[in-house]
C-alpha cells in the first residue's frame, strides 16, 4: 500500500482546475493555491520545527555557546582579511565601502551598521539578526522540500535532524561572518522560486532575485554569470511571462551590475573580489616544487613574482613589483589597517592578484597532472563535515562532544579531521576516514539525479523542474569554482549553500522510491486481474 504522504502529493502533482487570473500574478490551479497557502499540518510542523530550534539554541547557551563577534575588536589577533580597518568602518563608512575592491560590500555594510550601535546593543542585535536569518533558513527548508513533493513527514525528519539539530548550523550562526547569511539567503531565495515559478506572483520573484543578489553581494564565490543563469532559468520557465520576469528582476540585477561597474572602474576588476589570481596561487604556485617554478622562470613563461608567496606583506611587492599609488581615502591608500595587519583592499594586490593569476595559468598548463591532484584535494576538504571549520573557535569546546555524535550518525564521518584544509594545504593528502559519506552521497545524487528528474517534469511539474535546474545549477556551481581556486577553506566554502544540496538529494530520492512503489502497486494489480 502507498502511504498516505505520498497518496497526497501525488494527487498534487496531478493538477487541478484552473482558476482566472488574479490582479497579482497569472493564472494558477487550485493545486497550487494549496501549495502557496500554509495548511494546519504545515503550520502544526512549522510550529514544532521552530519550538526544536529554540530549544536546541537554549541548550547550546547553557553549554556554553556564545555569539563571536571578537572582529569587532580591531586587534591583530581577531583580524580578518574580508574587512575592511573596524576603525574606517566605525568612523568612515560611506566612503570606505565605496572604495571597498577586495569583497563584495554587504558583510562590511553589516558589520560597519553594527559598530555605529551602542556598544551594548551590538551582540543581541547581531544575535537577534542571526536568530531571525536561522527560522527563516528552517521554515523555508521544510516548506521548499513540501513544494518540491517531498512527503510532509519526511521534509519534517529532514528538516529537524539535518537543519535544526545540526551542529555546523549552529556554529555558523554564533559566528560573525557572511557565511552563514549567504545560506539563509541562499535557502529563502530558493523558496520564493518554487513559488515564483508556481503562482507567477512578482512578490515572489522579487524575493528570489532580492535573496540571490544579496548573496552575489555577500560571497565572492558567487559572481555574475551565476546570477544571469539564474535569471536566463527562470525567464525560460516563465517565457509566456518573460517581460514580467525582467521587470521583477530588473532592480537586484541593477545593483550587482553597479557594482560591478563600480569595481571595474575603480580597480579594473571583474569580479567582487580582487583576490583571484591569489586565491589561484596559494592552490597552486605556492605549493609547487620551488624546481618547477624555476625551470618555468628559466624558460621566461614565469616572471620572479611567482616566487613569492601571495597575500606576502605589502613591502614585498612595493616598489619591486608595483608601485603602492598614494590616496587621501585610507581604505585605498594605507598600506595597513590600524592594529597593524594588512590592508588588502590597497589597489596595489589587485594588479599583483592579475599577475599571479597570469602565472598560475602558466603553471597550470605545464603541469595539468599537478593541477588535478590539487583539485582532488580540495575536493576531499569540500567533502569534509563543514562544523569543523569551527575546531579552534571559542564555542569548539562547548560543542565537541555533540558534534563528534552527530557527525558519526548523521555526516556518516568515521573520525573527524581537526584542520582538513592546514592538512592537505601542507602535506597534499587527506585521509578517506576524515570525509564525510553522507555528503558525498547527497552531492552524488543531486548532481547526477537533478537533471534527469528535472527532465522528466518539465512538462507535468514545471515549477518543479525549473526549480530542480537553478538548484542545480547553484550547486554544481559553487562546488566547481570553489574546488577549481580554493583549497584552505572549502568545507566553510561548502556551509554557504545551506541545506540546498541536501533538498536535491531528498527530492531525487524521494521520486525513486515514489517510483518503485507505483511499480509495484501496478505488478499487484496487474497480478490480482489475472
Known amino acids: 500500500m502507498v502511504p498516505l504522504d505520498?497518496?497526497?502529493?501525488?494527487?498534487?502533482?496531478?493538477?487541478?482546475?484552473?482558476?482566472?487570473?488574479?490582479?497579482?500574478?497569472?493564472?494558477?490551479?487550485?493545486?497550487?493555491?494549496r501549495r502557496g497557502r500554509v495548511t494546519d499540518r504545515q503550520g502544526l510542523a512549522v510550529a514544532l520545527l521552530v519550538l526544536a530550534y529554540f530549544l536546541v539554541r537554549a541548550t547550546a547557551w547553557i553549554a556554553g555557546v556564545r555569539y563571536d563577534d571578537s572582529v569587532l575588536d580591531g586587534t591583530r589577533a581577531t583580524d580578518v582579511w574580508q574587512l575592511l580597518d573596524v576603525r574606517l568602518l566605525q568612523g568612515d563608512l560611506i566612503d570606505s565601502i565605496w572604495h571597498l575592491n577586495s569583497q563584495p560590500p554587504l558583510?562590511?555594510?553589516?558589520?560597519?551598521?553594527?559598530?555605529?550601535m551602542p556598544a551594548g546593543l551590538r551582540t543581541p542585535i547581531e544575535l537577534a539578526f542571526a536568530l531571525t536569518l536561522g527560522v527563516a533558513m528552517v521554515v523555508c527548508a521544510y516548506l521548499l522540500l513540501v513544494e518540491l513533493t517531498v512527503p510532509r513527514s519526511v521534509a519534517f525528519g529532514v528538516t529537524l535532524v539535518c537543519v535544526v539539530a545540526s551542529p555546523a548550523y549552529l556554529l555558523?550562526?554564533?559566528?560573525?561572518?557572511?557565511?552563514?547569511p549567504t545560506a539563509a539567503f541562499g535557502t529563502i531565495g530558493a523558496w520564493c522560486l518554487?513559488?515564483?515559478?508556481?503562482?507567477?506572483?512578482?512578490?515572489?520573484?522579487?524575493?528570489?532575485?532580492?535573496?540571490?543578489?544579496?548573496?552575489?553581494?555577500?560571497?565572492?564565490?558567487?559572481?555574475?554569470?551565476?546570477?544571469?543563469?539564474?535569471?536566463?532559468?527562470?525567464?525560460?520557465?516563465?517565457?509566456?511571462?518573460?517581460?514580467?520576469?525582467?521587470?521583477?528582476?530588473?532592480?537586484?540585477v541593477v545593483v550587482v551590475v553597479g557594482w560591478y561597474a563600480k569595481d571595474y572602474a575603480q580597480v579594473g576588476t571583474t569580479t567582487t573580489s580582487s583576490w583571484l589570481g591569489m586565491n589561484l596561487a596559494r592552490s597552486v604556485l605556492y605549493r609547487a616544487p620551488a624546481g618547477q617554478v624555476a625551470d618555468l622562470q628559466h624558460q621566461g613563461r614565469l616572471d620572479a613574482l611567482a616566487s613569492i608567496p601571495p597575500f606576502s606583506d605589502p613591502q614585498v611587492y612595493s616598489p619591486r613589483f608595483v608601485?603602492?599609488?598614494?590616496?587621501?581615502?585610507?581604505?585605498?591608500?594605507?598600506?595597513?589597517?590600524?592594529?597593524?595587519?594588512?590592508?588588502?583592499?590597497?589597489?596595489?594586490?589587485?594588479?599583483?592578484?592579475?599577475?599571479?593569476?597570469?602565472?598560475?595559468?602558466?603553471?597550470?598548463?605545464?603541469?595539468?597532472r599537478a593541477y588535478v591532484n590539487d583539485v582532488s584535494g580540495s575536493v576531499a576538504v569540500w567533502m569534509v563535515a563543514t562544523d569543523q571549520n569551527f575546531t579552534s573557535s571559542v564555542?569548539?569546546?562547548?560543542?565537541?562532544?555533540?558534534?563528534?555524535?552527530?557527525?558519526?550518525?548523521?555526516?556518516?564521518?568515521?573520525?573527524?579531521?581537526?584542520?582538513?584544509?592546514?592538512?592537505?594545504?601542507?602535506?597534499g593528502?587527506?585521509?578517506?576516514?576524515?570525509?564525510?559519506?553522507?555528503?558525498?552521497?547527497?552531492?552524488l545524487v543531486a548532481l547526477v539525479g537533478t537533471p534527469i528528474l528535472a527532465w522528466r517534469r518539465r512538462r507535468s511539474d514545471p515549477a518543479l523542474a525549473g526549480t530542480l535546474v537553478v538548484l542545480w545549477w547553484t550547486t554544481g556551481y559553487a562546488m566547481a569554482t570553489s574546488t577549481l581556486v580554493e583549497i584552505g577553506e572549502n568545507e566553510r566554502f561548502r556551509s554557504e549553500l545551506g541545506p540546498v544540496p541536501l533538498i536535491l538529494a531528498v527530492v531525487i530520492a524521494t521520486a525513486v522510491v515514489r517510483w518503485v512503489w507505483q511499480r509495484r502497486a501496478r505488478d499487484e494489480d496487474a497480478l490480482h486481474s489475472i
Open 107 to 116: 558583510f562590511n555594510l553589516y558589520v560597519g551598521f553594527i559598530l555605529h
Open 323 to 368: 608601485h603602492a599609488q598614494p590616496s587621501s581615502v585610507a581604505a585605498i591608500g594605507a598600506l595597513t589597517k590600524a592594529d597593524g595587519a594588512t590592508n588588502f583592499n590597497n589597489p596595489l594586490y589587485a594588479t599583483i592578484a592579475n599577475r599571479y593569476l597570469h602565472d598560475d595559468l602558466v603553471w597550470i598548463q605545464a603541469h595539468p
Open 429 to 443: 593528502w587527506h585521509r578517506p576516514a576524515w570525509l564525510s559519506f553522507q555528503a558525498i552521497a547527497v552531492y
Open 194 to 252: 518554487v513559488r515564483y515559478l508556481r503562482s507567477g506572483r512578482a512578490r515572489f520573484g522579487l524575493g528570489f532575485f532580492t535573496a540571490y543578489a544579496a548573496v552575489v553581494l555577500l560571497s565572492s564565490s558567487y559572481q555574475i554569470e551565476w546570477l544571469g543563469v539564474g535569471v536566463l532559468i527562470v525567464v525560460i520557465a516563465q517565457r509566456q511571462h518573460w517581460r514580467q520576469v525582467l521587470a521583477v528582476a530588473a532592480v537586484p
Open 6 to 33: 505520498v497518496v497526497t502529493d501525488q494527487t498534487a502533482a496531478a493538477g487541478g482546475a484552473a482558476r482566472p487570473a488574479d490582479e497579482d500574478g497569472p493564472a494558477t490551479s487550485s493545486t497550487e493555491q
Open 395 to 427: 564555542n569548539w569546546p562547548a560543542v565537541r562532544n555533540y558534534a563528534w555524535l552527530y557527525d558519526k550518525a548523521v555526516e556518516w564521518q568515521p573520525v573527524q579531521d581537526p584542520a582538513p584544509g592546514f592538512v592537505v594545504f601542507a602535506r
Open 172 to 180: 555558523y550562526e554564533h559566528w560573525l561572518n557572511y557565511a552563514y
